[in-house]
C-alpha cells in the first residue's frame, strides 16, 4: 500500500527566506508523486509532479521538489518565498484501489505561514 | 466557465434535510472524483466514475449518493446527514485512470450539518 508523510503541520517563514516543505513516501512499485496547493477558500491546484527522468522537477511559482529514492522522500522548495505563497500544501502518490484502477493518496498537508 | 465548477459553495442543512451537490468540468475529461476535506486529516477518496460508471466506492455511508449522468456532470445526493459530516466536499476530473493523469480540482461545497 502506499502513504505519505508530512513532517510539520505549520512552517512559519519570513517573506524572501527559503521554503522546505517535507514529504516522505511509502510505496511497493516505483511512486508517481505530486505537490498540490490549496489557497484559503479554493480548491486544489497542481504545483508539480515526478513520473519519471530527472528527479529535480520544476513547477509553477517557483517552486520545485527532488525525488530522492534512497531517502523515500519528494521535499518542495522555493528560495524565497513570497507573501502570496501563503498556504496549505499537499503531498500526494499515486496508489491502486481495490478494483486495481489508480487513485491519489494524500498527506495531512502543511499550511505555510509567510510574515512580512 | 472553466476549469471544474461546484455549486453550491456553501451549504447549511439539518440532519433530516436532503440536498445536493453539483459538480460540472469544462475540460473533456473522463474521469471524476468526489473527495472530503476535514480538518487535520488526508483527503478522503469517496467515490471515483469513470466515463459514466462507478469504479470505486470506498465503502463510504449510504446516506451519501453520488450521481453521473455524463461525463460531465457529477452530483453528491445528501440525505439523513450526521453532525461528523460537516467538511469542505472537493470534486476532482482527470483525462483518465492512469498513474500520470493529473486531478484538477474545483474549489468545493463547505457542507455544515447541523
Known amino acids: 500500500a502506499q502513504s505519505v508523510t508530512q513532517l510539520g503541520s505549520h512552517v512559519s517563514v519570513s517573506e524572501g527566506a527559503l521554503v522546505l516543505l517535507r514529504c516522505n513516501y511509502s510505496s511497493s512499485v516505483p511512486p508517481y508523486l505530486f505537490w498540490y496547493v490549496q489557497y484559503p477558500n479554493q480548491g486544489l491546484q497542481l504545483l508539480l509532479k515526478?513520473?519519471?527522468?530527472?528527479?529535480l522537477v520544476k513547477g509553477i511559482n517557483g517552486f520545485e521538489a527532488e525525488f530522492k529514492k534512497s531517502e523515500t522522500s519528494f521535499h518542495l522548495t522555493k528560495p524565497s518565498a513570497h507573501m502570496s505563497d501563503a498556504a496549505e500544501y499537499f503531498c500526494a502518490v499515486t496508489g491502486v484501489m481495490n478494483t486495481g484502477f489508480q487513485k491519489l493518496v494524500f498527506g495531512t498537508g502543511t499550511r505555510l505561514l509567510v510574515s512580512p | 466557465e472553466t476549469g471544474v465548477t461546484q455549486t453550491p459553495r456553501h451549504l447549511v442543512m439539518g440532519m433530516t434535510n436532503k440536498k445536493s451537490l453539483k459538480c460540472e468540468q469544462h475540460l473533456g475529461h473522463n474521469a471524476m472524483y468526489w473527495y472530503k476535506q476535514s480538518a487535520k486529516k488526508p483527503l478522503e477518496l469517496m467515490f471515483v466514475?469513470?466515463?459514466?460508471?462507478?469504479?470505486e466506492n470506498n465503502s463510504v455511508p449510504s446516506r451519501f449518493s453520488p450521481e453521473c449522468p455524463n461525463s460531465s456532470h457529477l452530483f453528491l445526493h445528501l440525505h439523513t446527514l450526521q453532525p461528523e459530516d460537516s467538511a469542505l466536499y472537493l470534486c476532482a476530473s482527470s483525462q483518465g485512470q492512469g498513474r500520470t493523469d493529473t486531478q484538477y480540482f474545483g474549489p468545493g461545497t463547505r457542507l455544515t450539518v447541523l
Open positions: 466514475y469513470s466515463l459514466e460508471e462507478r469504479v
Open positions: 515526478y513520473t519519471t527522468g530527472a528527479t
